[in-house]
């Protein structure tokens, strides 16, 4: 069986298989992350006024808090809200987290949540993920290009406290920068790895910083409350993945050039096993995500006149 060979996987269950199921499962994230995200789109849209005639609403009348924001939930409570005493972060950390996130789009997502759930079993401060940029989607936004960051901070405020950076200490007249201790975490490392040997390390040097930081906390954790935290940190990430990973491995080819499909097919080749597919019919059947300008259009449709030119391509 062909292996994946990229540069950005980590060798282990889901990329040293190379089978069929591991990718299957990647192709049905990204489907279903695109689907909730263009529900999501079409909700929010939904809830905000739409004129009626010829004058189509000025970005001014547009407000993007509204846009954005959840539909009426008519009382229903999200699933990811605790169910159960879940005490604030406590007022005194442990120290600080660092992580960095590698991989593909939905593996750095996930991270991000791993890092958030990480920091709360520790009761440490988490600082920003950082993201892994030259992956695959050759963009150096990096977290604060992807995230509304006051957003993330404040709304995962009653679950841990997050900064920005490791702030530095003052003491007798100096600054001090706190060096975060590197550590690199066993592949799905049980939550018993976080409480024993990093919050070791995290008190003795005030800070670590876990590298890679994909895979790195176990899946399955005998505590909803614990899986409601990543949900929560989940629910508010809008992806609408438009990258060569996702684009290749669909076999979404046909709207490209031909020397852009040639750069595809060879990435397909390379990472991906080999399977025959009818690529005018890709999009057709559905396996494709909406382009930008596809999104643009559809806002447009909705009179949205000028707000597309705010829609990342991806994220
Ligand atoms: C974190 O704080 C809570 C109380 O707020 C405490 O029960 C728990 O043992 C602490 N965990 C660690 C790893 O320090």
């Not at 505590?223 to 060569?244: D, G, H, K």
């Amino acid at each position: 069986m062909r292996r994946r060979l990229g540069h950005h996987r980590q060798p282990g269950k889901q990329g040293g298989g190379g089978g069929g199921k591991g990718l299957l499962a990647k192709l049905s994230i990204a489907v279903f992350v695109l689907l909730i995200c263009t529900l999501s789109l079409l909700f929010s849209v939904s809830f905000t006024p739409i004129t009626n005639g010829s004058t189509a609403p000025t970005k001014e009348q547009i407000s993007v808090e509204e846009l954005w924001k959840s539909a009426n939930s008519g009382g229903w409570r999200p699933s990811s809200a605790p169910r159960s005493e879940w005490p604030s972060p406590p007022k005194e950390t442990n120290g600080y987290l660092r992580v960095r996130c590698n991989g593909g789009l939905n593996q750095q997502r996930s991270a991000i949540c791993n890092a958030v759930l990480a920091a709360r079993i520790m009761n440490a401060t988490l600082v920003l993920p950082e993201l892994d940029a030259n992956s695959f989607w050759h963009d150096d936004s990096g977290f604060h290009g992807l995230y509304d960051v006051e957003h993330f901070i404040q709304s995962l405020r009653f679950d841990v406290q997050i900064v920005e950076r490791i702030p530095e200490i003052h003491k007798n007249g100096k600054t001090k920068k706190i060096k975060a201790f590197q550590l690199r975490p066993p592949r799905d490392a049980p939550i018993s790895w976080y409480t024993t040997d990093a919050l070791k390390k995290m008190k003795e040097h005030g800070a670590i910083y876990l590298t890679p930081f994909s895979h790195r906390l176990a899946e399955e954790i005998d505590n909803p409350e614990y899986q409601r935290l990543r949900c929560r940190v989940t629910s508010w990430q809008y992806t609408c993945a438009f990258e060569m990973d996702m684009l290749s491995f669909a076999g979404c080819f046909d709207i490209f050039t031909p020397a852009e499909q040639k750069i595809l097919k060879k990435y397909r080749k390379e990472n991906f096993a080999d399977k025959t597919l009818i690529y005018k019919e890709r999009r057709a059947i559905g396996k494709c995500p909406l382009t930008p300008e596809e999104v643009g259009l559809i806002l447009r449709a909705m009179e949205f006149r000028q707000f597309h030119q705010d829609i990342p391509s991806s994220w």
